[in-house]
């Protein structure tokens, strides 16, 4: 999704400096241009010569600003060239200018000479976010549908404060701008989405469940999507590693265990939401009785009666309105196309992702994905295998259209 995009990456003075050479690093392994500039103060914590060497190129500073090498402007040339502005990590002080429209430096006329979306990562101290001026500045910056924002998160500071303020972290940036790349545009603004992730799990007793091996990524690449876009997003999921849960730090999330659990969830989201995208991995069936104590092995059935559990998207189908989109997934071995089609009539969808699990690089756990979706009126659109995320903004396209 990067290789050959131009991304120009803004370093501001703080110590989170040292995780955007990650950023850096990792988007030119993958092939994308990167241009680096530092302010004055960034070069307290890093050098030129680190994000030189990273990125393949010359990094800029103020001193390249004012004597210009070439012919034109550094900032109108940096400005005109980006597709995509990081700003990371983000100081008290150059919000302060962004805010005001003030220009200073060669981030701060660089920023202003260019009309591509900027993302934000701000990293300070704790009392420094929190400070009224600040909050304010970044309340008004983002009312600027050009800037995006990546939340400072809570933990352990470089001051030795634990509190708000930590810089979003690496594989979260690089998400954020993999989706900018995609969809420069906020499309999805006023939209409301509900999403379901993750594989459900029936407990026999406090240890043991019937369980499927879905991770929940392709449910957290819908949400990170659709976030990106503009949407109000809440994801109601099923067990999900935190690491994946990280990466959307500002959807609404709603955890449940059981499929009984997640329909209580979906169901009380799902009047106030105009698409829903059943991602989760529903387990069919529960034992059918429950032992809140462990089970010594000894006492363990030696054939399990099993209850069957509720139909989710099935029963969302029959409560849908006119204006509601409901579309499932399908996941399928062997022909993927006919199980879909029946199952989308069956349980009432507008669309269902017909979703290949027996194919390398595809379905439960893999970081690719592919699908063929369909939809009611007999459109028919295949999805090549591609990240996680990018089939998420496909589908999220497919939906819209
Ligand atoms: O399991 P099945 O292939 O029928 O799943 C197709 C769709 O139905 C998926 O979107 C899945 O999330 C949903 N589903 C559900 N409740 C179930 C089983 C599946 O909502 N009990």
């Given at each position: 999704m990067v290789k050959h995009r131009r991304i120009l990456v803004g370093i501001g003075g703080g110590i989170a400096a040292y995780k955007v050479c990650e950023v850096v690093s990792t988007l030119a392994k993958t092939g994308a241009e990167v241009r680096v500039l530092l302010?004055?103060?960034?070069?307290?914590?890093?050098?030129?010569?680190?994000?030189?060497?990273?990125?393949?190129?010359?990094?800029?500073?103020?001193?390249?600003?004012?004597?210009?090498?070439?012919?034109?402007?550094?900032?109108?040339?940096?400005?005109?060239?980006?597709?995509?502005?990081?700003?990371?990590?983000?100081?008290?002080?150059?919000?302060?200018?962004?805010?005001?429209?003030?220009?200073?430096?060669?981030?701060?006329?660089?920023?202003?000479?260019?009309?591509?979306?900027?993302?934000?990562?701000?990293?300070?101290?704790?009392?420094?976010?929190?400070?009224?001026?600040?909050?304010?500045?970044?309340?008004?910056?983002?009312?600027?549908?050009?800037?995006?924002?990546?939340?400072?998160?809570?933990?352990?500071?470089?001051?030795?404060?634990?509190?708000?303020?930590?810089?979003?972290?690496?594989?979260e940036i690089i998400a954020h701008l993999q989706s900018l790349l995609y969809q420069p545009q906020r499309d999805l603004q006023g939209k409301t989405i509900l999403l379901s992730a993750g594989g459900t799990r029936e407990y026999l007793d406090p240890v043991r469940f019937i369980g499927n091996p879905s991770t929940g990524k392709m449910g957290i690449a819908l949400a990170q999507a659709a976030q990106h876009r503009g949407a109000t997003v809440t994801l109601?999921?099923?067990?999900?590693?935190?690491?994946?849960?990280?990466?959307?730090?500002?959807?609404?999330?709603?955890?449940?265990?059981?499929?009984?659990?997640?329909?209580?969830?979906?169901?009380?989201?799902?009047?106030?939401?105009?698409?829903?995208?059943?991602?989760?991995?529903?387990?069919?069936?529960?034992?059918?009785?429950?032992?809140?104590?462990?089970?010594?092995?000894?006492?363990?059935?030696?054939?399990?009666?099993?209850?069957?559990?509720?139909?989710?998207?099935?029963?969302?189908?029959?409560?849908?309105?006119?204006?509601?989109?409901?579309?499932?997934?399908?996941?399928?071995?062997?022909?993927?196309?006919?199980?879909a089609l029946e199952k989308m009539q069956r349980k009432g969808l507008d669309a269902i992702v017909a979703n290949p699990v027996d194919l390398p690089n595809s379905g439960f756990g893999s970081e690719q994905n592919q699908a063929i979706v369909l939809d009611k009126q007999g459109k028919k659109v295949a999805i090549a295998p591609c990240s996680k995320l990018l089939m998420a903004h496909q589908i999220l396209d497919f939906v819209k259209s």
């Amino acid at each position: 999704m990067v290789k050959h995009r131009r991304i120009l990456v803004g370093i501001g003075g703080g110590i989170a400096a040292y995780k955007v050479c990650e950023v850096v690093s990792t988007l030119a392994k993958t092939g994308a241009e990167v241009r680096v500039l530092l302010t004055h103060s960034a070069q307290q914590f890093v050098s030129p010569l680190t994000f030189a060497t990273l990125s393949r190129h010359p990094a800029d500073t103020d001193d390249t600003f004012w004597n210009p090498q070439q012919g034109r402007p550094r900032h109108i040339e940096l400005g005109e060239w980006a597709e995509v502005f990081l700003i990371a990590p983000l100081t008290a002080n150059t919000l302060g200018k962004l805010a005001h429209g003030l220009a200073d430096n060669l981030l701060t006329n660089t920023v202003l000479a260019s009309t591509c979306p900027v993302l934000l990562a701000p990293a300070m101290n704790t009392d420094m976010w929190e400070q009224v001026a600040v909050q304010r500045n970044w309340q008004q910056l983002l009312t600027d549908s050009r800037y995006h924002s990546l939340n400072p998160g809570a933990g352990i500071l470089a001051c030795d404060r634990i509190g708000k303020g930590r810089m979003a972290e690496p594989p979260e940036i690089i998400a954020h701008l993999q989706s900018l790349l995609y969809q420069p545009q906020r499309d999805l603004q006023g939209k409301t989405i509900l999403l379901s992730a993750g594989g459900t799990r029936e407990y026999l007793d406090p240890v043991r469940f019937i369980g499927n091996p879905s991770t929940g990524k392709m449910g957290i690449a819908l949400a990170q999507a659709a976030q990106h876009r503009g949407a109000t997003v809440t994801l109601v999921h099923a067990p999900i590693e935190d690491h994946l849960l990280a990466l959307i730090p500002e959807v609404r999330r709603v955890p449940v265990t059981s499929a009984a659990e997640m329909q209580r969830a979906m169901l009380s989201h799902f009047p106030l939401a105009d698409w829903t995208i059943m991602a989760a991995a529903v387990a069919d069936v529960s034992p059918a009785t429950y032992s809140s104590e462990k089970l010594p092995k000894r006492s363990l059935p030696t054939q399990l009666p099993l209850a069957s559990v509720p139909d989710i998207v099935a029963d969302l189908g029959q409560r849908k309105q006119p204006h509601q989109r409901l579309i499932g997934f399908a996941a399928q071995t062997g022909d993927i196309v006919a199980p879909a089609l029946e199952k989308m009539q069956r349980k009432g969808l507008d669309a269902i992702v017909a979703n290949p699990v027996d194919l390398p690089n595809s379905g439960f756990g893999s970081e690719q994905n592919q699908a063929i979706v369909l939809d009611k009126q007999g459109k028919k659109v295949a999805i090549a295998p591609c990240s996680k995320l990018l089939m998420a903004h496909q589908i999220l396209d497919f939906v819209k259209s």
